[in-house]
């Protein structure tokens, strides 16, 4: 089946640092969506690309919809502690007449105050 | 307030027991799904309905059945026959629209189900 490999798996910064993690696949995705997940609770939505090659923002987040259409990266910059979380990316697909996300493994940003 | 609800939060059950998951949305949504997440991993789709009385199998349906008798609700009962049932479950919601930005998906809380 279809898999994203996300990365770096876990990261451990200070605070006020920029933070970047990426998603690959070796298919194609027709949109990339970035959600963040905190403890106990459901992933929010912070990004969602829809075109090969956009670039956007929401605040301190950057992400970008690879050319290619399968990848994807996102950047936070200036971090501050309630940034602390997991990251997911996922790419979305048209299968059988239905939207489907497929998720990565998620990136878990630890902040050192 | 418009959203998505799930309960309850937590939930216990002995080994052999079937429970029902709750999913209630008022965004006026076509579509729901329901995905399973283990610990240190991301999600995985158990079932999705994108009309009421239809549904369809996920990834990892065995074990699970759904039902959609109205456009607001998408319940998930775990059987006995799951396997490895504990889990953190997580219900989602998205509109049927002819483009991209309107299939994106929003997820509810999630209810944390411990097999005893």
């Known amino acids: 089946g279809q898999q994203l490999n996300q990365s770096p798996q876990s990261m451990f910064i200070q605070e006020g640092e920029d933070v970047s993690m990426n998603c690959t696949s070796s298919s194609i995705f027709n949109t990339w969506l970035w959600y963040k997940q905190e403890p106990g609770e459901g992933p929010v939505l912070l990004i969602a690309?829809?075109?090969?090659?956009e670039l956007t923002s929401n605040g301190r987040l950057t992400a970008q919809f690879g050319i290619t259409r399968k990848d994807s990266f996102l950047n936070i910059s200036a971090s501050i502690p309630s940034d602390v979380g997991i990251y997911f990316c996922a790419g979305q697909v048209l299968i059988q007449g239905a939207q489907k996300l497929v998720f990565g493994q998620g990136t878990r940003l630890t902040i050192n105050p | 307030d418009g959203g998505i609800t799930q309960s309850p939060k937590y939930l216990f059950r002995k080994e052999g027991q079937n429970v029902t998951l709750s999913c209630e949305q008022n965004?006026?949504?076509?579509?729901m799904y329901w995905y399973r997440q283990d610990p240190g991993q991301g999600l995985r789709l158990i079932y999705y309905?994108?009309?009421?009385?239809?549904?369809q199998k996920g990834d990892i349906a065995e074990g699970y059945s759904v039902s959609r008798e109205k456009k607001e609700s998408f319940p998930l009962t775990v059987t006995s026959a799951q396997k490895n049932p504990t889990a953190f479950y997580l219900c989602a919601s998205s509109s049927r629209g002819t483009s991209f930005s309107t299939d994106t998906q929003y997820f509810g809380p999630g209810t944390r189900l411990t097999v005893l």
């Open positions: 965004l006026n949504h076509d579509a």
């Open positions: 690309l829809y075109k090969a090659g």
């Open positions: 309905s994108q009309i009421v009385n239809d549904f």
